[in-house]
């Protein structure tokens, strides 16, 4: 168990709809990545906030958007979803917003699946 | 931005046998190169990391080796066992931006008894 929390674990969803995906960090963390995951794209980065503040983004789509509350944890929102969007999104946390001697640890992933 | 590259795509070896799994980076400001393994149904778990300042690193049967020359980087498992099975990813990070990992293909690591 790494510590990072995700719900739902499962969601499926209709084409059009919009979901909010809910993390939350370690214990301690200040800054939380998201993630994609699908067969043909592996692990994209996709937005990383770092005490409440957007610290660098990835190839996030407009229809999606994140944010990081005072309680450190996140939500992402996805919005006009299309078929393709389809996939594994998994949270990340970590102490820091830079590399050295800051591990990022990953949650089990939210399974969105769009009919 | 940061590229990493990562090969085999696929990799099955002989339980006892080791594997070995190579990666490159594109930007030479990338100070910290990780490994994850991915178990079905879960998430990314860190399994070995190496920072710039360092050649090699061990940890009991895994090891991981950089050659900031040449850009790559590389993930040695030896006495394989069949529960190393699993996909293997390595990543890249930049120190001045903000952390995030931009991460390989992943190689689907089969491990036969």
């Known amino acids: 168990d790494s510590g990072v929390t995700q719900t739902p674990k499962h969601l499926i969803t209709a084409t059009g709809q919009r979901v909010t995906l809910r993390c939350s960090p370690r214990?301690?963390?200040?800054?939380v990545y998201w993630y994609q995951q699908s067969l043909d794209q592996g692990l994209q980065f996709l937005i990383q906030?770092?005490?409440?503040?957007?610290?660098a983004k990835g190839n996030i789509l407009e229809r999606f958007s994140a944010q990081q509350f005072p309680d450190l944890h996140s939500e992402l929102n996805l919005s006009s979803l299309e078929l393709g969007d389809s996939a594994l999104y998994f949270c990340?946390?970590?102490?820091?917003?830079?590399?050295?001697?800051?591990?990022?640890?990953f949650g089990e992933g939210s399974w969105l699946t769009v009919v | 931005g940061e590229n990493v590259e990562q090969h085999p795509s696929t990799l099955s070896v002989q339980e006892g046998d080791s594997a070995v799994i190579k990666c490159t980076y594109s930007?030479?400001?990338?100070?910290?190169f990780p490994w994850y393994k991915q178990e079905l149904g879960k998430g990314p778990q860190l399994i070995i990391d190496?920072?710039?300042?360092?050649g090699e690193k061990k940890d009991q049967r895994i090891a991981v080796t950089l050659n900031k020359t040449a850009k790559h980087f590389s993930l040695h498992i030896t006495e394989t066992q069949p529960e190393d099975s699993a996909v293997y990813f390595c990543?890249?990070?930049?120190?001045?931006?903000?952390?995030?990992?931009?991460f390989g293909q992943g190689t689907e690591l089969s491990v036969k008894p």
């Open positions: 930007d030479s400001a990338s100070n910290y």
């Open positions: 190496i920072r710039s300042n360092v």
């Open positions: 990543a890249a990070s930049i120190d001045n931006q903000g952390g995030k990992l931009i």
């Open positions: 906030y770092y005490n409440g503040e957007e610290r």
């Open positions: 214990s301690g963390d200040l800054s």
């Open positions: 990340a946390s970590s102490r820091r917003d830079f590399s050295s001697g800051n591990t990022i640890y």
